[in-house]
């Protein structure tokens, strides 16, 4: 990847057309659920796209940025402003804590194991992270993540109890599919259980739910989102 990149007229207004426009559809369902339109932050995922792609959006005014994978992260944070904040969103494996300090947020912690690297890493440098406990609210094989309330709360117990790790909220990923009778129900239950768990541990923040993508993300505004991960429609528009 090139670590150097000039602006073109026509990039930087490509970049922002696509922008408006999620922007002004994030506004939209706000509306529709009665919600003011900045209850919604924008994270965009920048997972395997070129530096070139990254300054585009960072010259925009975008500051937080998701990863999927520490390896392809940390070559980025190297070279890109220090002023972004970084989101883990893919899948971290324990052994990959200590090349996560980079990182300002997890969206996908779903292993106690990772939870006690993390917080070991963490407590050498004296600083938090924000945490999001993964749920798998479609039951899908294939896909990581906590799948039903038992297992969540024993999974919040822990991390409660881990003085580096601060538990911000939930994620779970949608099954991928245009039917809004089988997306819709999955961040319903998020949110669902999420009011469960402000309830058990109140003395923890559970203000963020981390739900929706490009293919999903007006329902899932609808259903409460507080955040929505948004990379294709930033990138190369909506098809």
Known sequence: MPNRYTFTMQNVEMAKERLQLVQSRMADACSRASRSADSVQLLAVTKTRAFSDLEDIYGLGLRSFGENRVSEAVEKQQVLPSDIQWHMIGHLQSNKARHSLGFSWLHSLDKQDTALALEKQFAKVGRTL???????TGG???KDGLRDLDSLLRMAEAVAALPHLKLRGLM?????SPQEMVVRPCFS???NWRDKLAASFPEQSWSTLSMGMTNDFEWAIEEGSTLVRIGTALFEGFR
């Open 189 to 191: 239950l998020l949110r």
């Open 172 to 176: 779970t990923m949608a099954p991928y």
């Open 130 to 136: 924000n945490v999001l406990l993964e749920v798998n």
């Open 140 to 142: 899908e094989t294939a």
